[in-house]
């Protein structure tokens, strides 16, 4: 799993058939996914963000990838004040082997 290819797709979030808390116009939120390529990433990480009852209303412009084992480093780097409440590493790879998607901390927006 360590050197399973990894995306991280940014994705703009608004309240669907869930709505996001009532102060918020919307949020934004990397989705970490596996895909055979970019494109199906980013198609990933649509539909698990959609089937919690969000929506996405603007496709994503760039998606990144890294190799599964640089996730901790990453979110250490990334969000070291949250590194307790994110899944681990070997979180990660339980969630990827269920063909699961690991979510980063959403930020959201009011306009």
Known sequence: ???????LVPLHVRGGVEPLPASFTGAYVRVFCTAPDANIAAWTAIQAIEAMGYSVPD??????????SDYEQFIAAQWPELVNELPTQSELYERLAENRVVLGPFGAYSD
């Open 1 to 7: 799993m360590a050197k399973t290819p990894l995306w």
């Open 59 to 68: 496709n994503p412009t760039t998606v990144e990838m890294m190799p599964a």
